[in-house]
């Protein structure tokens, strides 16, 4: 009996062949390197960073300024304000990144291969605190060359930078859950809205007494407040009272909600689009 | 011979709804194997649970020899999937985008870096390689995709409806690509609604209802199944009155014409006869044709084709 052997009988190179786990972090590194890549190349988000913190600053000092603060010394006031309302803004753009990648099959491919997929969100988490540290960056200059005049001393200067940066920590975190949750990137976009209004509703533009009794309660009591407050004493040297431990402590809490949230969502929507 | 897929039971429900209910699969290693069905049959379904995205709701399965609930992370460094939409990154460039995968599996970044000219160049995308994926036409993306599959070579390569929405000069140069990568020696899992991509590729093929296997062999056992050529009657306005398979002899097809005849049909005014290839529904409806079903063209195609 013949047996015929097929022509494209099976190489030995294939029957070995196995994909390697990324050693150590590269597979964050790969991650984090890709997601800054597109924070560059989205231009208009990039054009946003750099126009919105210089037209707020302008707009707060010059045209709402003197109605506000007839002295002059506004701008001292408003600049913790501008930054995290940037920094808002800055890190909506998280929830757009997160669901676009859920919502096309990019996501299913790095599930199917021996490595962290979750990498993927630290990619953008990475990404978003490097580009709104950037937009801080542009703020805090602007607002020099308009007049602001702080008194922090440098150690008062890290402490302050610190608390931003868990600030961006935090409502990154809140925004890149939301983009697991929104069925859509267009989605995350109108659910990521309501969160750029909290800074309206805070001690960020005016004190809080000045508010109406049932909205000064609530700006009172919402997590910006202690984070404007502690940074606003930090570099003015305004009373701290306890707006350091409330701002650190509400920032911790909205990590730990949006992470479990987040890695909740994140393990349901495999192989679902 | 050895199983590059050994599947049994496989069972999956969302919410009401019975996706795989006591799915059933062999596939030898080194074949190119297709299941085939309509949408919603469970393809996708059946892709994502093989490839370790989603946990079936019972059964068992081996995938390359690796169990795939015991070691997701050891079947998941033996296979690549290329899913339905193409899943690659539109920001980078079709060369950044290999680079990234080839990292991902663990290659260094200089051979990373080789390994993307080397793919780019075979899939005749090196003039494209600097440009980003955005600008992509559909085939290039296609081909851009079933690279960065093959940035190592794998045991299993899971492919959902790669040709799906693509015109017929990309799905040809697809084939070739697909039926060389099986010929290096993977074993290829393919999804498709086209019989013609099972046909051209696939050394057998299942036929997917209902959540189960209902028939598989090679194509042409399954061709066998529904007989020859299929006798339409068309009317003035190219609407199908009728439809009847043949056993492709002239025999068959006189008795066809006759048929037709009976049924009366042929007497509606401006109405003209056509042959044709059996179709994917042909194949699938004969096949999956349930006697208590309301009657409708359809069945006059089992009934007279399995005779």
């Known amino acids: 009996m013949t047996t015929l052997i097929p022509a494209a009988s099976p190489a030995p190179a294939a029957a070995a062949a196995e994909r390697a786990r990324p050693s150590g972090l590269t597979a964050e590194a790969v991650f984090i390197r890709r997601s800054i890549t597109h924070s560059l190349r989205d231009t208009e988000a990039l054009l946003m960073a750099v126009i919105l913190p210089t037209m707020l600053m302008l707009l707060f000092t010059y045209v709402f300024g003197g109605a506000l603060d007839p002295s002059g010394d506004y701008v001292d006031y408003v600049v913790p304000g501008i930054i995290l309302l940037c920094a808002g803004f800055g890190a909506s753009s998280t929830a757009l990144y997160v669901a676009r990648d859920m919502t096309t099959g990019i996501i299913d491919r790095f599930r199917t291969m021996p490595l962290r997929s979750g990498a993927v969100l630290t990619g953008h988490v990475a990404a978003s605190m490097l580009r709104n540290l950037f937009a801080t960056g542009v703020v805090v200059v602007v607002a020099l060359l308009v007049g602001f005049r702080p008194t922090a001393t440098p150690l008062e200067w890290i402490a302050a930078l610190a608390l931003v940066a868990l600030y961006i920590l935090a409502i990154t975190a809140l925004f890149a859950a939301i983009g697991l949750a929104a069925s859509s990137p267009d989605a995350a976009n109108a659910y990521g809205f309501i969160l750029l209004f909290l800074p309206y509703l805070s001690s960020a533009f005016v004190p809080v007494d000045t508010l109406p009794d049932w909205l000064a309660w609530f700006a009172e009591h919402q997590p910006i407040t202690p984070v404007i407050e502690a940074i606003r004493s930090l570099l003015m040297g305004t009373p701290m009272g306890d707006a350091a431990w409330w701002a650190v402590g509400w920032c911790v809490l909205v990590i730990a909600v949006a992470a479990v949230w987040g890695s909740w969502l994140f393990r349901r929507k495999a192989g679902r689009r | ?307």
């Open chain 2, 1 to 307: 011979m050895d199983l590059a897929i050994d599947a049994r039971g496989i069972a999956k429900r969302f919410r009401s709804v019975e996706v795989l209910d006591g799915l059933d699969l062999a596939v030898d290693a080194g074949s190119v194997f297709a299941l085939l069905g309509p949408n919603g049959a469970g393809k996708t379904t059946t892709i994502n649970i093989l490839t370790t995205l989603v946990r079936p709701d019972a059964g068992t399965a081996t995938v390359a020899g690796v169990d795939l609930l015991a070691d997701p992370d050891g079947v998941r460094s033996r296979i690549s999937l290329t899913g339905q939409s193409a899943a690659v990154d539109e920001v980078l460039t079709g060369r950044e985008n290999v680079v990234m995968l080839a990292r991902l599996s663990g290659l260094g970044s200089r051979s990373a870096s080789a390994r993307a000219d080397e793919l780019l160049e075979r899939f005749d995308l090196a003039d494209a390689a600097g440009r980003r994926v955005g600008t992509y036409s559909g085939g290039m993306r296609r081909r851009l995709d079933l690279a960065l599959s093959l940035v190592v070579p794998t045991r299993v390569i899971f492919l959902d409806e790669p040709t799906t929405g693509l015109d017929t000069r990309s799905r040809q140069e697809l084939w070739r690509i697909i039926r060389e990568v099986a010929d290096a020696g993977a074993t290829v899992f393919l999804t498709t609604q086209y019989l013609e991509e099972a046909d051209r590729l696939a050394d057998r093929i299942a036929v997917l209802d209902g959540g189960r296997i209902a028939a598989q062999g090679t194509a042409s056992e399954l061709k066998a199944q529904v007989g020859g050529d299929v006798v339409e009657l068309l009317g003035p306005d190219d609407e199908v009155l009728a439809e009847l398979p043949t056993d492709g002899t002239v025999h068959g097809l006189r008795a066809a014409v006759d048929e037709l005849d009976r049924l009366a049909a042929s007497s509606v005014e401006g109405a003209r006869v056509a042959i044709r290839r059996p179709s994917l529904d042909d194949v699938f409806l004969a096949i999956t044709a349930r006697p208590d079903e309301p009657a409708r063209d359809a069945d006059l195609i089992g009934t007279k084709g399995r005779s």
